[in-house]
């Protein structure tokens, strides 16, 4: 019979993932969230769906866009499949660990994206990130910062670029101005697509242009700080707030990842309707997607009735795997069919200090070769002992 194409092809941007590649992927989790343990982040596993109120709370619009919706068949709720594991993990921070102290949560799981993310084709990531609630000091963003960076170098990320920016100074700047709903999106529009001859003639008339435009023109390397000091006069105490806090990571970074190349983004508003200061993207010098981002969303639990602050970032595994080396693996064994206690105890003994072992089956045709051992295991005068396969 012959097979429709409908039976074995996968949706657009969902791939399978075959056991050379799922191993790499598993060991570097393990390695990560082992990672993650060290610093004091605990594993959490929040479930793949939840009702849609619950997985969009604070997440803003670009979330919904992004979240699969399905009918619950038992309550006839509407429910999402996860986007994004950072709003699940503010409800278990607000309603289920109501810890009064600072908490720091790790994660790795699937999640699912009605459209590819950047360019990315995946859109079924495997999302890996950690997360800190209660603290709102720069001191946080510093310490998820500098995880972020260490869990790149431990993946094989050895040539990174990191870009630093803080959606509280156009925030601040906007109300400032007392800018409205409709005209602090389409400056958000321009800012978004760096267009700053449109930028010049959009704030022609206001009396505050001069922020608005400097804000445009700031980018480049750390001293733009300085430049960005001079050139913002007499603005909100927020803003002052935040370029002593970007100052604050970026002489941390330069001091403990001297390797790691620097740049500010002032009008860099990635996540604006979702995070609420410091932002950061890492990126490497093939790719012109970050590979890991993060940044600051406090009282993102606020309506889990729990405003608490956090900051966190998050990765997909997948592209992670790419810059790791592969690990020298042990021989795969073969052994015979045969129900000899000796033969069994070897073979017990193998798989205990880790050796995989492949036993045949009766009447079983493969061999040793097509079962991908190097080695067997061969009776011999003084009991079962491995050679090696030519």
């Not at 605990?42 to 699969?68: A, C, K, N, Q, R």
């Not at 946080?140 to 790149?152: F, G, K, N, R």
């Not at 733009?224 to 970026?250: G, T």
């Not at 040793?368 to 011999?380: D, P």
Request: hydrophobic share 45%; proline share 5%; net charge negative.
């Amino acid at each position: 019979m012959v097979m429709r194409a409908e039976t074995w092809l996968l949706p657009d941007g969902i791939q399978d993932v075959l056991p050379e590649d799922a191993i790499r992927l598993e060991n570097l989790r393990r390695q990560l969230l082992d990672l993650f343990a060290t610093w004091g982040y605990e594993l959490v596993f929040p479930p793949l769906v939840e009702y849609i109120e619950s997985l969009l709370t604070g997440s803003g619009h670009d979330l919904d866009l992004m979240t699969f919706k399905i009918t619950d068949q038992l309550t006839g709720r509407l429910m999402g499949v996860r986007a994004d594991i950072t709003p699940q993990v503010a409800r278990l921070d607000a309603h289920c660990l109501p810890r009064e102290h600072t908490a720091r949560y790790c994660y790795s799981s699937t999640v699912l994206n009605t459209l590819p993310q950047g360019l990315s084709t995946c859109r079924a990531p495997i999302q890996i990130g950690a997360e800190l609630y209660g603290h709102r000091g720069v001191d946080a963003d510093i310490e998820v910062i500098d995880l972020m960076l260490t869990m790149l170098k431990t993946a094989g990320v050895n040539q990174l670029h990191l870009d630093l920016g803080h959606v509280g100074i156009f925030r601040a700047l906007a109300r400032a101005a007392q800018l409205s709903s409709d005209v602090e999106a389409q400056l958000f529009d321009i800012y978004q697509r760096k267009s700053l001859p449109e930028l010049r003639v959009f704030v022609a008339d206001w009396p505050q242009k001069s922020w608005f435009l400097a804000l445009g023109q700031l980018s480049g390397e750390v001293s733009i700080l300085s430049q960005a000091q001079e050139s913002l006069q007499n603005v909100p105490v927020l803003v002052q707030q935040a370029f002593a806090d970007l100052a604050a990571v970026a002489a941390f970074i330069t001091q403990s990842h001297p390797d790691v190349m620097l740049s500010i983004d002032l009008s860099e508003l990635r996540g604006y309707h979702y995070h609420t200061g410091l932002v950061f993207a890492a990126y490497t010098p093939n790719s012109a997607a970050e590979i890991a981002k993060g940044g600051r969303y406090d009282d993102i639990g606020q309506a889990f009735g729990r405003a608490r602050s956090a900051t966190g970032f998050s990765a997909d595994l997948k592209p992670l795997v790419d810059f790791k080396p592969d690990s020298p693996t042990r021989p795969k064994i073969f052994a015979p069919a045969c129900q000899d206690a000796a033969l069994t105890t070897r073979v017990k003994a193998l798989r205990a200090q880790g050796h995989v072992v492949i036993q045949a089956l009766a009447d079983d045709k493969s061999t040793a070769k097509q079962l991908g051992c190097q080695q067997e295991l061969v009776k011999t005068a003084t009991g079962w002992q491995q050679q090696s396969i030519d």
